[in-house]
């Protein structure tokens, strides 16, 4: 299917067909407009926008009839040229000999004709409806584009000017008209001196923006019920809706009159809805407000709803609310019947659909495999029909098999991009007439399947973890191959895989099972050989967990590249495992560069890869170690610590950096280290801070000991510390509902931020409640050296930073974000992580992120109990994924300072997860921040 031809088709059939009905409308409106109320007159613009953004149609429909585009064809169905056409009495021509394409091994029924003579190929990357569709999307994404950064821009001036209300009778009467309009949702109340007009805002958010508060209570009454029964009416969201008709239809006028036809009936609707509530004194009062809100044009408008547009539509306005009509039995029965018509001329009118095409690998066909060849039995062929013999050039063969003839797609060298290849070969032998659409759309769905499930092992054949050997698997890079190899399959998978006997050096025999596709790489000479030397290495250095029954994922020639060449190809192309295997072969002045990149760039995941790729007696670790302590990296510090456990769990430096740390005050860093203390070791450290009275080390060792009676005291003994030392500097602390609330000078403290030097917090709180900001200043002994009250400017940035993600449900930042908030100034999103158990091995998905470059993470994630935990982000569609991007391992702390998103990975869509590496983590708490970078 040509996607955009048929998409263009789709586009200009509604638009033609919504056309039709807005002109209709156009043409009945004199006979509607004293006949219906004006909400219906609204809502029936419902339909007609339904008409242009839904290809629903029925089997006869008008547009289908004047555009009879059903029978078109949608791609080439002759051959170009002087190629033969293809029918099912006539084998199908075949393509001169190639590497890629070979004729036919055994002569067909049917004679066979003389090769196709050698056509030019059409351009298939340019025509005029490729052209027609380009100029299409660039207009509607120009549109959109401008529509919301306009919409931004305006919601930026407003927030820079506001001022919120917080005169309690304005607000008490805000809240008494929310109630009658039955507005349910919490309102805000601003002023702006600079707005034109009163202005609703915000979707999820609702706040009503007045130009003044000094209006009379008739008027001001009457401004406010308007914009509450805008949002009630949920009428933000129609005009966005519209905006979106407007964009994908940009290049019809009559839906641009349309719109502005929604906008004076959805003035009009809200008029009557309010003005029904009304006295003859209160619909003049309401009349008054619109002509001051007139008289007060000028200053911002934006894509709000205000309360007064333009005086073209003052006088209809202000007719109609004199005229209001009581509604009756007659009036909603003209209403229904109006409603009812539209639609059943919306569906008369019709559109155009896509003809059904078989979704890729969905066509009707028996595949059978063998021997890494793929027969597909189209069109009614059996086995009688299937060519004798034969075998896989490359990874894998494609032969399609008719009653009189068949078809082969052959030469791929491996399942990494095999849909592309097979792609363009199919575009080749569909140009040439060789095979159909409908063949090619089967084995290009074909090749999905292949290349998506060419490296999955599936879990029934991996071993037992309760067993001595479970299942492990790694990439390497031996000899002039990259081989993906898992080991210690179940003794059962042998049923699911070919296998192959390689004898080791040491004249030991061993079975290699292997997937389809390793296939030709398994009988070839110098991939056995490397793959035997391997295997022979993984023995002596594998001593935890040898080689028994490997299993072969994957393998892929290196083509003659140098490991520097493949590090740097795998590292751009985002695929850790190939890197790493790499790395492995690079010198140490080669791994040590592509260490400092990633140390200095934050990139942890790919540090941690690379880390341990090192080889035994590498001195790289333990300088990588001492610049994270240095540098105050916890993130770093820990993978450090964690690799050179894993290769020495004695080592001298645990007690090194102990010392270094507990000397330094560093607590972060030695509660890392204390995961990798014995028992022995830590109440030895114990009792050396209760001597040396660190409390902190104290409370950090006691309960990683257990030991954690004195704990409960020392806090209490340090909260009634605090208590006593605010109360000398006229801070009193105390508690309402269970909260802890700051009094000073008598006043309830709104915000209270204490803090170390360092810019450290010793305490930050926020209360609502409260009418007064208060920092408390401390000296480099961390005693309190003033107490001060903050600016407005600086108490509001702390509240909002506070305040900003809070909302009921995460979905909401995703889908509404964009109405209601300024990217401008950045946008910052907090997952928060709680879960009382996480089982072992298994993945938390904490949501989706566009990620690019600049964008940041913060982790901040502990759990009670367990062995490891990971976060990080995968790629979507990855249930268990090989590849991981920014991902942090650690004991049951992972707290991390800002990780920069950089190259090599790639800008796109990424799921945030939480994995449970070793065993159960449970009482897992904690948030992780995703900074979007400032643009």
Same mark, same amino acid.
Request: with cysteine; glycine share 6%; proline share 6%.
């Given at each position: 299917?040509?996607?955009?031809?048929?998409?263009?088709?789709?586009?200009?059939?509604?638009?033609?067909?919504?056309?039709?009905?807005?002109?209709?409308?156009?043409?009945?409106?004199?006979?509607?407009?004293?006949?219906?109320?004006?909400?219906?007159?609204?809502?029936?613009?419902?339909?007609?926008?339904?008409?242009?953004?839904?290809?629903?149609?029925?089997?006869?429909?008008?547009?289908?009839?004047?555009?009879?585009?059903?029978?078109?064809?949608?791609?080439?169905?002759?051959?170009?040229?002087?190629?033969?056409?293809?029918?099912?009495?006539?084998?199908?021509?075949?393509?001169?000999?190639?590497?890629?394409?070979?004729?036919?091994?055994?002569?067909?029924?049917?004679?066979?004709?003389?090769?196709?003579?050698?056509?030019?190929?059409?351009?298939?990357?340019?025509?005029?409806?490729?052209?027609?569709?380009?100029?299409?999307?660039?207009?509607?994404?120009?549109?959109?584009?401008?529509?919301?950064?306009?919409y931004q821009s305006f919601l930026r001036r407003v927030r820079k000017g506001w001022k919120e209300v917080s005169d309690p009778a304005l607000l008490d009467l805000l809240a008494r008209l929310g109630a009658e309009a039955g507005v349910d949702a919490p309102v805000g109340l601003y002023v702006h001196p600079a707005l034109?007009?009163?202005?609703?805002?915000?979707?999820?958010?609702?706040?009503?923006?007045?130009?003044?508060?000094?209006?009379?209570?008739?008027?001001?009454?009457?401004?406010?019920?308007?914009?509450?029964?805008?949002?009630?009416?949920?009428?933000?969201?129609?005009?966005?809706?519209?905006?979106?008709?407007?964009?994908?239809?940009?290049?019809?006028?009559?839906?641009?009159?349309?719109?502005?036809?929604?906008?004076?009936?959805?003035?009009?609707?809200?008029?009557?809805?309010?003005?029904?509530?009304?006295?003859?004194?209160?619909?003049?009062?309401?009349?008054?407000?619109?002509?001051?809100?007139?008289?007060?044009?000028?200053?911002?408008?934006?894509?709000?709803?205000?309360?007064?547009?333009?005086?073209?539509?003052?006088?209809?306005?202000?007719?109609?609310?004199?005229?209001?009509?009581?509604?009756?039995?007659?009036?909603?029965?003209?209403?229904?019947?109006?409603?009812?018509?539209?639609?059943?001329?919306?569906?008369?009118?019709?559109?155009?659909?896509?003809?059904?095409?078989?979704?890729?690998?969905?066509?009707?066909?028996?595949?059978?495999?063998?021997?890494?060849?793929?027969?597909?039995?189209?069109?009614?062929?059996?086995?009688?029909?299937?060519?004798?013999?034969?075998?896989?050039?490359?990874?894998?063969?494609?032969?399609?098999?008719?009653?009189?003839?068949?078809?082969?797609?052959?030469?791929?060298?491996?399942?990494?991009?095999?849909?592309?290849?097979?792609?363009?070969?199919?575009?080749?032998?569909?140009?040439?007439?060789?095979?159909?659409?409908?063949?090619?759309?089967?084995?290009?769905?074909?090749?999905?399947?292949?290349?998506?499930?060419?490296?999955?092992?599936?879990?029934?054949?991996?071993?037992?973890?309760?067993?001595?050997?479970?299942?492990?698997?790694?990439?390497?890079?031996?000899?002039?191959?990259?081989?993906?190899?898992?080991?210690?399959?179940?003794?059962?998978?042998?049923?699911?895989?070919?296998?192959?006997?390689?004898?080791?050096?040491?004249?030991?025999?061993?079975?290699?099972?292997?997937?389809?596709?390793?296939?030709?790489?398994?009988?070839?000479?110098?991939?056995?050989?490397?793959?035997?030397?391997?295997?022979?290495?993984?023995?002596?250095?594998?001593?935890?967990?040898?080689?028994?029954?490997?299993?072969?994922?994957?393998?892929?020639?290196?083509?003659?590249?140098?490991?520097?060449?493949?590090?740097?190809?795998?590292?751009?192309?985002?695929?850790?495992?190939?890197?790493?295997?790499?790395?492995?072969?690079?010198?140490?002045?080669?791994?040590?560069?592509?260490?400092?990149?990633?140390?200095?760039?934050?990139?942890?995941?790919?540090?941690?890869?690379?880390?341990?790729?090192?080889? @035994?007696?590498? $001195? *790289?670790?333990?300088? %990588?170690? =001492?610049?994270?302590?240095?540098? !105050?990296?916890? /993130? &770093? #510090?820990? +993978?450090?610590?964690?690799?050179?456990?894993?290769?020495? @769990?004695?080592? $001298? *430096?645990?007690?090194? %950096?102990? =010392?270094?740390?507990?000397?330094? !005050?560093?607590? /972060? &860093? #030695?509660? +890392?280290?204390?995961?990798?203390?014995?028992?022995?070791?830590?109440?030895?450290? *114990?009792?050396?801070?209760?001597?040396?009275?660190?409390?902190?080390?104290?409370?950090?060792?006691?309960?990683?000991?257990?030991?954690?009676?004195?704990?409960?005291?020392?806090?209490?003994?340090?909260?009634?510390?605090?208590?006593?030392?605010?109360?000398?500097?006229?801070?009193?602390?105390?508690?309402?509902?269970?909260?802890?609330?700051?009094?000073?000078?008598?006043?309830?403290?709104?915000?209270?931020?204490?803090?170390?030097?360092?810019?450290?917090?010793?305490?930050?709180?926020?209360?609502?409640?409260?009418?007064?900001?208060v920092r408390v200043v401390r000296d480099e002994d961390e005693n309190i050296a003033s107490v001060e009250l903050m600016t407005a400017a600086e108490a509001k940035e702390i509240i909002r930073e506070l305040t900003e993600d809070d909302w009921d449900d995460d979905w909401e930042d995703d889908v509404w974000d964009w109405?209601?908030?300024?990217?401008?100034?950045?946008?910052?999103?907090?997952?928060?992580?709680?879960?009382?158990?996480?089982?072992?091995?298994?993945?938390?998905?904490?949501?989706?992120?566009?990620?690019?470059?600049?964008?940041?993470?913060r982790y901040h994630v502990t759990a009670e109990s367990g062995q490891r935990m990971e976060a990080g982000f995968a790629r979507p569609g990855e249930g268990n994924p090989d590849v991981r991007y920014y991902s942090v391992t650690s004991g049951l702390e992972i707290n991390t300072g800002a990780l920069t998103w950089r190259?090599?990975?790639?800008?796109?869509?990424?799921?945030?997860?939480?994995?449970?590496?070793?065993?159960?983590?449970?009482?897992?708490?904690?948030?992780?921040?995703?900074?979007?970078?400032?643009?």
């Amino acid at each position: 299917m040509n996607v955009p031809i048929e998409l263009m088709k789709v586009l200009l059939s509604l638009s033609l067909s919504g056309s039709l009905l807005i002109l209709l409308l156009l043409l009945c409106r004199p006979l509607l407009r004293n006949r219906l109320s004006r909400r219906c007159q609204y809502y029936l613009w419902l339909v007609v926008v339904a008409r242009l953004l839904l290809p629903f149609a029925l089997e006869t429909n008008l547009v289908g009839t004047l555009l009879p585009w059903n029978g078109l064809p949608t791609a080439p169905s002759a051959p170009p040229g002087n190629a033969p056409p293809v029918s099912a009495s006539a084998p199908l021509p075949e393509m001169d000999p190639s590497p890629n394409m070979f004729q036919p091994e055994h002569e067909t029924t049917a004679p066979v004709r003389s090769p196709v003579p050698s056509t030019p190929e059409p351009n298939r990357w340019f025509s005029p409806e490729r052209l027609a569709f380009a100029v299409w999307a660039l207009g509607a994404l120009g549109l959109f584009t401008w529509k919301v950064t306009a919409y931004q821009s305006f919601l930026r001036r407003v927030r820079k000017g506001w001022k919120e209300v917080s005169d309690p009778a304005l607000l008490d009467l805000l809240a008494r008209l929310g109630a009658e309009a039955g507005v349910d949702a919490p309102v805000g109340l601003y002023v702006h001196p600079a707005l034109f007009s009163p202005v609703l805002l915000g979707v999820l958010k609702p706040r009503i923006v007045l130009p003044a508060t000094d209006l009379p209570e008739a008027e001001l009454r009457c401004t406010l019920l308007h914009e509450l029964t805008h949002y009630r009416r949920s009428d933000m969201l129609y005009k966005w809706l519209v905006q979106a008709v407007l964009c994908v239809h940009w290049f019809n006028p009559l839906v641009h009159w349309m719109a502005g036809e929604i906008n004076r009936a959805c003035e009009l609707a809200c008029d009557e809805a309010v003005i029904r509530s009304l006295d003859v004194q209160g619909r003049r009062d309401y009349g008054d407000t619109l002509l001051h809100a007139m008289e007060a044009g000028g200053g911002y408008r934006g894509s709000a709803l205000p309360l007064y547009h333009s005086k073209s539509q003052l006088k209809e306005r202000l007719g109609a609310i004199m005229k209001v009509h009581t509604p009756t039995p007659l009036t909603a029965i003209s209403s229904l019947a109006a409603v009812l018509l539209l639609v059943i001329c919306a569906a008369a009118a019709g559109a155009y659909v896509a003809p059904d095409s078989p979704a890729p690998g969905r066509a009707e066909a028996q595949i059978v495999e063998e021997s890494g060849v793929y027969y597909l039995f189209v069109n009614g062929a059996d086995e009688s029909d299937r060519p004798s013999g034969g075998m896989a050039d490359g990874v894998v063969k494609f032969v399609l098999v008719r009653p009189d003839s068949y078809a082969t797609l052959s030469g791929f060298d491996s399942t990494d991009g095999l849909a592309d290849q097979v792609a363009e070969q199919c575009r080749l032998m569909t140009a040439q007439g060789t095979i159909s659409q409908e063949e090619a759309e089967l084995v290009i769905g074909l090749a999905h399947q292949l290349q998506t499930d060419s490296s999955a092992v599936p879990d029934s054949v991996k071993g037992d973890p309760l067993y001595e050997h479970f299942y492990t698997q790694n990439t390497y890079y031996q000899g002039d191959f990259i081989f993906e190899l898992g080991w210690n399959v179940r003794e059962s998978s042998k049923d699911s895989y070919e296998g192959v006997a390689l004898t080791l050096p040491d004249g030991t025999e061993l079975t290699v099972l292997y997937n389809s596709d390793c296939w030709t790489w398994m009988r070839n000479q110098e991939a056995r050989d490397a793959l035997t030397g391997l295997l022979a290495q993984l023995r002596t250095e594998q001593s935890d967990f040898p080689p028994v029954r490997p299993l072969v994922v994957s393998v892929v020639p290196a083509n003659g590249k140098t490991p520097e060449e493949l590090a740097r190809q795998y590292a751009e192309a985002g695929n850790m495992p190939r890197f790493t295997a790499a790395f492995s072969k690079l010198d140490e002045n080669g791994q040590q560069s592509w260490l400092d990149r990633f140390y200095n760039h934050g990139q942890a995941a790919y540090f941690a890869a690379s880390l341990a790729r090192l080889p @035994e007696g590498s $001195p *790289l670790i333990a300088e %990588y170690l =001492e610049n994270a302590c240095n540098d !105050g990296q916890t /993130a &770093l #510090f820990s +993978i450090c610590l964690e690799e050179l456990t894993d290769r020495d @769990e004695n080592s $001298p *430096l645990l007690d090194r %950096y102990a =010392e270094q740390t507990y000397a330094s !005050g560093e607590i /972060a &860093l #030695f509660t +890392i280290l204390s995961e990798y203390m014995s028992q022995e070791a830590l109440e030895r450290w *114990l009792g050396r801070a209760e001597a040396d009275g660190r409390s902190n080390f104290r409370a950090a060792l006691s309960d990683k000991t257990g030991k954690d009676e004195w704990l409960d005291a020392w806090k209490a003994a340090e909260y009634a510390e605090r208590v006593e030392e605010y109360r000398a500097h006229g801070i009193i602390l105390g508690t309402i509902l269970t909260n802890d609330t700051y009094f000073y000078q008598g006043q309830r403290v709104r915000v209270f931020l204490d803090s170390r030097p360092d810019s450290s917090l010793v305490t930050l709180d926020y209360d609502a409640q409260g009418t007064v900001d208060v920092r408390v200043v401390r000296d480099e002994d961390e005693n309190i050296a003033s107490v001060e009250l903050m600016t407005a400017a600086e108490a509001k940035e702390i509240i909002r930073e506070l305040t900003e993600d809070d909302w009921d449900d995460d979905w909401e930042d995703d889908v509404w974000d964009w109405l209601d908030s300024d990217p401008i100034d950045g946008d910052e999103h907090v997952v928060y992580a709680q879960y009382d158990r996480i089982p072992a091995g298994e993945y938390v998905w904490l949501g989706t992120f566009y990620m690019e470059e600049g964008d940041q993470v913060r982790y901040h994630v502990t759990a009670e109990s367990g062995q490891r935990m990971e976060a990080g982000f995968a790629r979507p569609g990855e249930g268990n994924p090989d590849v991981r991007y920014y991902s942090v391992t650690s004991g049951l702390e992972i707290n991390t300072g800002a990780l920069t998103w950089r190259s090599p990975a790639e800008s796109g869509e990424y799921r945030l997860f939480l994995h449970a590496v070793d065993g159960n983590l449970t009482g897992v708490d904690g948030y992780i921040v995703v900074t979007k970078a400032k643009i």
